[in-house]
């Protein structure tokens, strides 16, 4: 018998908790998961959707190395797809919400695309795929 698997949540180092509260929520249309105050930090996850297995955590960089990753964590590589059923809408929405955008959309043989920055410079794609 095979086990079931999934990534579950995938650590994002961040500066500052609330100012990339703001940007997931704000901007890109996230939704809190969990924001629970421990003793020496806070557990704060957002998602995509209500709907999302999947949980991006906000990590507030404490060390040195992790100061230096932020915004860099895939070095200059696409860091996430977040994949969307209506390009030209969520496309709208961002730039009316002031996202940062590395290109103009294009239209590949397997779906439209778009790489747009988060709030510490890492590297994302927005996508419809057409199949």
């Known amino acids: 018998m095979t086990s079931k698997q999934q990534v579950s949540a995938i650590n994002l180092l961040v500066g500052d908790y609330q100012a990339a509260l703001d940007f997931y929520t704000e901007k890109l249309g996230f939704v809190v998961s969990d924001d629970v105050q421990m003793e020496d930090h806070r557990w704060l996850t957002v998602s995509p959707s209500e709907q999302s297995t ?12 992790q100061q230096s990753a932020i915004g860099m964590q895939a070095g200059d590589a696409v860091l996430a797809i977040l994949q969307t059923d209506n390009f030209e809408q969520k496309y709208a929405e961002m730039q009316q919400a002031g996202v940062e955008f590395c290109e103009q959309p294009r239209h590949e043989p397997y779906d439209t695309v778009v790489i747009f920055k988060d709030l510490y410079g890492n590297r994302w794609d927005l996508i419809e795929l057409s199949a």
């Open 54 to 65: 999947l949980k991006l955590i906000l990590h507030k960089a404490q060390t040195d190395a």
